[in-house]
């Protein structure tokens, strides 16, 4: 580290002014040729470059940014420099010298002669111990070119410069990354990833297409596990706010009072454990996307705040005065039937109508049982992969089991199978032995009269009595997940038990 005191009180201004514009600038080739510029400028030199580290280069050092020089000589004037930068490094300080004073093992060399250079300066770029390359600067117009008391602002210059050249790269390393981890969201999210290819799931197909480009709300109704959220994400990743938050909450897990909080935010000391200001979702999402599922689960006073929020674009953190604009756009989903909740008193009517601006219905599994075989190799190479099975199919027997099971849980049940089939598999192919159902003491005969909402509720208090009311061994009996089986005996107002 170059001692300060050796630079005067105009230098050392001048130089935190230049710290501060070259930290701000985050492309590495827009820094470089700042840095080149304010070097040359500091010892008026008549070419200049910069030689970053590059160990897999013959040379060790890749020449990024250069003044005064022909895209044709540069390869060759970095290999000049080369040479210069490593005599340089052993020294580790910036170096000024002249025709007249040059190392003899420089001074002699066909490339310093044939070039007529007649005075050189190099600066070292370290980062504390590490060196990160090297500004190296010559003239050909005159001996003596450079100031020796330039040396200590050139140290002092080419730190703060090593600084900027490593928060650049660190800054493109993170961009770089984000692109890659939203390239890989994106690819997640494709409409490719819903898989299917029944009447059904076409019909929903069509809607998402024609509903991409829009920024319009969008109710997506279903049963549970049919894929819902899955819509809802295609829907963001395909459309205009794609390079924007999505923000999804489960509306039906959450007190009143924490819903509000975690929707609106809050400010502090607002209640009791408000310790500090928080942002809510919706500010969150601000821009982007906001899913909110279960949405037929919010209390009359939750419908009523979210209202307004569609209506004027604006919230209010709880226990605060200030009002703020939020520009989200709002998709919702619900395993209920929200017009017979708004006829039944349950679903404010207004309410329902900003958010079925476009509706999309997802199709039980049962009724695009088409698709099963293709959901099901899905899950399976999936599976597959993740517990290095080398799993390849499903024997005949397996099949015709999962075609005709009625999958109540949907394509999230039939998910959970796979995933507990690859898991049980002791050959190549699953047999109908791994399947969740294949064994379960359930009465598959349907009787008159019986509906099947009805069907499913009996069967599934069936089991739960069997098991005690447990329900984790519940939902592995059934085959099924505990947050299928959560919705579904919170729908019958059922007291779980754990």
């Not at 999210?189 to 480009?213: D, Q, W």
């Not at 999962?402 to 507990?420: K, M, Q, S, T």
Request: proline share 4%; aromatic share 6%.
């Amino acid at each position: 580290m170059p001692a300060l005191e050796n630079i005067d009180r105009s230098s050392l201004l001048a130089l935190v002014e230049i710290s501060r514009e070259i930290n701000s600038i985050q492309d590495t080739d827009e820094l470089l040729s700042k840095i080149l510029q304010i070097a040359m400028q500091t010892l008026a030199a008549e070419r200049g470059f910069i030689l970053l580290q590059a160990p897999e280069t013959e040379t060790g050092f890749v020449a990024r940014a250069a003044q005064n020089i022909s895209p044709e000589a540069i390869a060759d004037i970095a290999h000049i420099s080369s040479s210069v930068v490593r005599h340089t490094l052993s020294g580790g300080e910036a170096v000024i010298w002249h025709d007249s004073d040059l190392p003899e093992g420089l001074a002699k060399t066909e490339s310093i002669i044939a070039h007529h250079i007649r005075s050189v300066a190099c600066v070292p770029l370290r980062l504390k111990s590490r060196l990160v390359g090297a500004i190296y600067l010559d003239s050909r117009l005159a001996s003596s070119a450079f100031i020796e008391t330039s040396l200590p602002f050139l140290n002092a210059f080419a730190n703060q410069a090593a600084i900027a050249i490593e928060n650049a790269r660190l800054y493109q390393n993170l961009r770089d990354e984000n692109r890659r981890w939203r390239a890989e969201v994106q690819s997640r999210h494709r409409f490719s990833e819903i898989i299917g290819k029944s009447p059904a799931l076409r019909r929903v197909f069509e809607v998402m297409e024609r509903v991409l480009e829009s920024h319009a709300s969008v109710l997506i109704e279903g049963e549970s596990g049919t894929g819902k959220e899955l819509v809802a994400r295609a829907i963001h990743y395909n459309g205009p706010r794609s390079e924007q938050p999505f923000v999804a909450l489960f509306c039906g897990s959450l007190p009143e009072t924490l819903l509000e909080s975690e929707l609106f935010g809050h400010k502090k000391g607002a209640f009791t454990g408000a310790l500090t200001d928080k942002r809510g979702l919706f500010e969150v999402a601000d821009g982007g996307t906001f899913f909110l599922d279960e949405i037929g689960d919010l209390t009359p006073t939750m419908q009523a705040k979210l209202l307004r929020v569609l209506q004027e674009g604006e919230i209010k953190r709880v226990g605060d005065t200030h009002i703020r604009r939020v520009n989200v756009r709002i998709l919702s989903a619900t395993n209920k039937v929200l017009k017979e909740e708004v006829k039944a008193g349950r679903f404010r009517e207004d309410l329902y109508y900003r958010l079925n601006v476009i509706s999309v219905t997802m199709p039980p599994l049962r009724e695009r049982k088409e698709d099963i075989p293709l959901l099901a190799h899905h899950f399976l190479d999936r599976f597959a992969r993740e517990n290095g099975r080398p799993l390849k199919g499903f024997s005949e027997k397996a099949m015709e089991q999962l075609r005709r099971h009625d999958w109540p849980g949907n394509v999230r049940e039939l998910e959970n199978a796979i995933e507990r089939a690859a898991v049980l598999a002791r050959g190549e192919l699953i047999t109908e032995r791994e399947l969740p159902f294949a064994n379960a003491p359930v009465e598959t005969v349907w009787e008159d009269g019986l509906s099947l909402a009805e069907h499913e509720k009996r069967i599934v208090m069936n089991v739960l009595r069997a098991h005690e009311g447990h329900i984790t061994q519940t939902a592995e009996k059934l085959g099924v997940s505990r947050r299928w089986l959560h919705y579904r005996l919170k729908e019958w107002g059922y007291e779980q038990a754990d």
